[in-house]
DNA sequence: CTTCTGACGAAAT
DNA sequence: CATTTCGCCAGAA
C-alpha cells in the first residue's frame, strides 16, 4: 500500500492535538523533502472535495503569520478547542503552536521530528 | 503542450 | 503593520 504524498500528510496533520495549531511549513518540514508548505497547501485544499477516513483536522493547519487563511469558519472551530485569536485574527504560537510530533512515532513512520530552530522561529506575533 | 491559479513563505519596501 | 515580489510547483482547464 503505496502511501501517497498526500495520504503522509494527512497523517501528520491528523497527530496534531486538539487545542494546538501547526504552520503549513511545520507540517512540510515533519513529512520531508521535497514536500513543500505549498503542497501541504494543495494537499489541505484538496479536503473539500471529500474527507478521506479517519477524518482531517485541517482546521489545525494555519499560515507562518499565526492566522488561519480560510475565513472565519476555520478560527471559530479552533475557539472551540481552546485556541485563542486576538483581534487581529492571530494567534500566539508561542502558547498554541504544535511542538512537533511523538518522536517514537516519528521515527516509526519516517517523519521528521521539528527541530528547536523550527519552533524558535515561531515567536514574536502577539 | 500552454496557461492559469492558488488553504505558502521569506524578504524587501 | 500592509503590500509587493519572487521562488516554487502540483493540478485543473
Do not use: C
Amino acid at each position: 500500500m503505496p502511501s501517497t504524498l498526500y495520504d503522509r500528510i494527512y497523517d501528520v496533520v491528523r497527530h496534531i492535538p486538539p487545542g494546538r495549531v501547526a504552520t503549513y511549513g511545520q507540517v512540510a518540514t515533519v513529512v520531508g523533502a521535497p514536500v513543500t508548505a505549498r503542497e501541504v497547501g494543495e494537499a489541505m485544499a484538496a479536503l473539500r472535495d471529500g474527507q478521506p477516513e479517519p477524518l482531517v483536522p485541517w482546521q489545525r493547519v494555519i499560515n507562518a503569520q499565526g492566522k488561519v487563511s480560510t475565513g472565519p469558519r476555520q478560527q471559530h472551530l479552533l475557539e472551540q478547542e481552546g485556541v485563542v485569536f486576538n483581534a487581529k485574527g492571530h494567534t500566539d504560537l508561542r502558547r498554541f503552536g504544535w511542538p512537533g510530533p511523538d518522536p517514537a512515532w516519528a521515527a516509526a513512520h519516517g517523519f521528521q521530528v521539528l527541530s528547536a530552530t523550527d519552533t524558535e522561529q515561531q515567536l514574536d506575533l502577539f
